[in-house]
């Protein structure tokens, strides 16, 4: 049987609900103090608030800060005779500044609370903000102008609108004059003109992350510390700059959060190289896990098969080892076939007529002609520049008594030269294709022309040679 709400009990219900809604609110007192939020960087400030209507957390005010009337977010009340049950200490509020940044936190207390926002000043905030891309739109037109060089990251007008703030981006100082009173010429206010960084543009344009959180620069963090690679090779978390930026293409700020936490454990963890006790016997520290406090472990006493033997031993069983110094551990040969040392076991050596000598045995002596071992690395050649030039023989006699004087280099290569032209079936110097021997080449297309060099050494003294003035 379906169960329907009477509507005279659900009415006397609720009128109970809101006459003891009613008796709590009027035995609360108005707060004298409160935290607020505002502006588009989200900053704190605390100021005094003398209306009756007693605002809980989350509520709109219109605040006068040092830039003027306009909309902030009541967060919490900071005075004893407060109205809200969710309120701090003065002193709560100014330990929670220390702890999230001390000076760098964006805290203010020149300003007043003037009222509980109504909703008309909601509808004008709500035009001001629908507003705001034509306003950055037009400052962008006047920056292009003058030849501002910083790109224009956002606007922002406030609810008064006594004062226009313009946020831009560049790695270098610029000169902000220009811009500030063309702007102030145009928009008949006050004119703020900041240069932020990368991380402060992610703060003003930024929404989303790829964890699917809102950004924390923008939702809660109010001071933007650096952080360095080391917090990321601590976590063990992967070093692909796609993976551990951010927004704003730095390193992410949750690899923060964690890292007092992963330094403290990693203090627990033994030093790599280092001695311990294991419940299996004394061993080297190899590596070790921060998050499960675990120690890679090598034995030294060796396993089954042979090999050295690690194991993962919490730090909590690990006790001082019981040798300072490790036993001596058999080596193995160069191919790892059988152990050496006092102890060793027999194991498959090499056959044949000769065996390979153990390592660290000398060679004997090889006997003169003999030839060389196989194994042993073949002599090289000499380079070029180190094999020795060719005597000259003795010169050839001519048939009339005397001797033919020796060739000299350039006529060596000449010769060289036209006897690949004669293998190949080219035409011989002087001779052109089809025509009489001695014919020039110049102009003739397809023929072949070498400048001869000329040889001092080559003709008979005070010869003109084929090139060139006779020698001196």
Do not use: W
Not at 62 to 70: K, M, N, Q, S
Not at 230 to 245: E, G, M, R, W, Y
Not at 427 to 437: C, D, F, Y
């Amino acid at each position: 049987m379906p169960i329907h709400p009477l509507p005279q009990f659900e009415a006397d219900v609720k009128a109970a609900l809101a006459e003891e809604d009613r008796k709590v609110y009027e035995a609360l007192r108005a707060p004298k103090t409160l935290v607020v939020r505002f502006g588009a960087m989200n900053l704190v400030g605390e100021f005094p608030y003398s209306g009756e209507i007693k605002p809980g957390c989350g509520s709109k005010m219109v605040v006068r800060t040092f830039r003027g009337v306009e909309l902030g977010e009541m967060l919490t009340s900071t005075c004893p005779n407060s109205g809200c049950s969710k309120s701090v200490s003065r002193k709560e509020m100014l330990s929670y500044i220390d702890n999230s940044g001390g000076r760098d936190y964006p805290f203010f207390t020149d300003g007043r609370v003037l009222r509980v926002a109504t909703k008309e000043d909601l509808d004008r905030q709500a035009a001001i903000e629908q507003s705001k891309h034509g306003i950055r739109a037009h400052v962008r037109d006047i920056a292009a102008r003058i030849g501002f060089t910083a790109r224009i990251v956002d606007v922002e007008p406030i609810l008064g609108g006594e004062s226009l703030t313009i946020y831009c981006l560049s790695e270098e100082r610029v000169d902000l004059r220009d811009l500030i009173r063309e702007a102030s010429r145009e928009f008949r206010a006050h004119v703020e003109v900041r240069q932020v960084g990368a991380r402060d543009e992610a703060r003003l344009t930024a929404d989303y992350e790829k964890c699917g959180q809102y950004c924390c620069c923008k939702n809660f963090l109010k001071v933007l510390r650096p952080i360095s690679m080391k917090s990321a090779k601590v976590q063990k978390a992967t070093l692909d700059p796609l993976k551990i930026s951010g927004r704003c293409g730095r390193l992410m700020c949750c690899l923060r959060y964690e890292d007092a936490t992963y330094e403290e454990l990693r203090k627990k963890l033994p030093r790599k190289k280092s001695r311990v006790g294991t419940p299996e016997g004394d061993g080297i520290v190899i590596d070790g896990q921060i998050l499960t406090q675990l120690a890679l472990v090598e034995l030294d006493a060796l396993g089954t098969d042979g090999r050295p033997r690690r194991v993962a031993v919490p730090i909590e069983e690990l006790t001082a080892p019981g040798a300072a110094v490790a036993p001596p551990r058999p080596e193995p040969d160069a191919r790892g076939m059988r152990d050496r040392g006092p102890g060793r076991r027999p194991g498959p050596t090499q056959t044949g007529p000769k065996a390979a000598p153990e390592p660290g045995a000398a060679r004997p002596p090889r006997e003169p002609g003999a030839p060389r071992e196989q194994s042993q690395r073949r002599e090289q050649p000499p380079r070029r520049e180190d094999r020795p030039l060719r005597q000259p023989g003795p010169a050839p006699r001519q048939p009339g008594g005397g001797s033919v004087p020796p060739k000299s280099r350039d006529e060596e290569i000449d010769e060289l030269l036209e006897g690949l032209d004669d293998d190949a079936g080219a035409p011989s110097r002087g001779q052109q294709p089809g025509g009489e021997p001695g014919a020039q080449s110049g102009g003739q297309p397809g023929g072949r022309r070498r400048r001869r060099r000329g040889r001092g050494g080559g003709g008979q003294p005070g010869e003109r040679g084929p090139s060139g003035p006779p020698p001196a």
